[in-house]
Every structure is written in C-alpha cells, then in structure tokens.
C-alpha cells in the first residue's frame, strides 16, 4: 500500500501591495503540488480578486478610498501532483494600501511677480514632486520641484491678458510609499496692467 503524502502551502500568509498594483504572489508547497484558490473576506470595498487556479496569484486588486487600507483573503488549496492528495486549505491575507489623492483646489491665481505660495496637500500624509505642463502667455518661472510648498516667483510679460501654468503634481504617501495618480493645479497669473498719463507711465 502507498500512503502518498497531502501537501501543505509554505507561502507566508500575509502580503502588502499598492492599489492597483498585481497580488505576485507566487504559490508553493513541500511538495509538487497544483493550487486552486478562493476568495474570502474582503474588507474597504477591495475589487480584483476571484476564484482561480494556478501558480501564482497574479490579480490586480484596487482599493476605491485614498484613505484607508483593505484586505482580501485568499483561501488556498494544494494538490500534490502525485498522488492528487489534497492538502489543507490556508489562508493568504492580502493588504492593498490606498493610493494619495492630492486635496488642493485644481485652480488657483497670482499677480505677476508675486511668490505662488501654493501649499500642497494630501489624503494621506504625503510627499510632493511636480512637472510643468502647458504654459500660456509667456509665463516665466515656473520650474519642475519637489517638496511640501509651491513657491515659485511666475512673470507675466503681458501689461493685458492673463497667461496660465499648469503644474502636474504627485503625491507618496509618507506612510507605504504608494504613489498616488498625477493631479493638475492650473494657476492664473494676472498682469501688472499700467496707466500711461502724457509721455510718462506709471504703474497700478
């Protein structure tokens, strides 16, 4: 008589990713062993994860807050590949930490020549990097940075029309380093109009 043995899951049971990033969670056993899994409980209203089979758990998992993490549980069953013993099923808890969402208002305004002072904000507890998108009316000044603070001197040439820049920023969350989506801060940079009185002009 051949006793073939059940195989067990030798995975660690917990893991920690970003939303919208995939599980990677490579399965294995004590033995050769095929795997099929299903889901459990889901916490923060995770979406991605479904009952399959295979090597690896390879889902993308989305957590729809900027806040607050959540979990899904994956309930994994092995099979030895001879014998076809099943082993015991074992749970896999899977953190899916939010992504930062930037909290600024999308519009902001400033006269020419005067600092931005634009101080950054987050869902979470975040630090900033920002690019330079599309300029309007010449502006000058504005420069691709980091840190808590926009504060960059703009320039408008223009003693008339309003020009405009857009700065794409990025939040990380301080907390699990996940990289929040890109968001746009559009400032307005009014001119320095001028009164010109006789031969003589003065500004207002």
Known sequence: ITVNPKPSLTNQLTK??????AAGIALTSNIP???????????????????????????????????ADGTVTY??????????CPGIATNILVTVHPKPAVTNAATAAVCSGAALNIALTASVAS???????????????ALPGSGPTINQVLTNPSAVAAGTVKYIITPTSDVNLCTGN??????????????TVGSSTSSI
């Open 127 to 141: 630090t900033f990097t920002w690019t330079i998108g599309a300029i309007t009316g010449s502006i000058t000044g």
């Open 75 to 84: 309930i994994v069953t092995p099979t030895a590949v001879t014998g076809s």
């Open 16 to 21: 920690e990713i970003c939303s919208g990033t």
């Open 33 to 67: 062993a095929t795997f099929i899994w299903t889901v459990g409980t889901i916490t923060g209203g995770i979406t991605g994860a479904s009952a399959v089979s295979g090597n690896t758990i390879n889902q993308v998992l989305t957590n729809p807050g900027n806040a």
């Open 182 to 195: 890109p968001f746009t801060i559009t400032v307005t940079v009014n001119p320095i109009h001028t009164v």
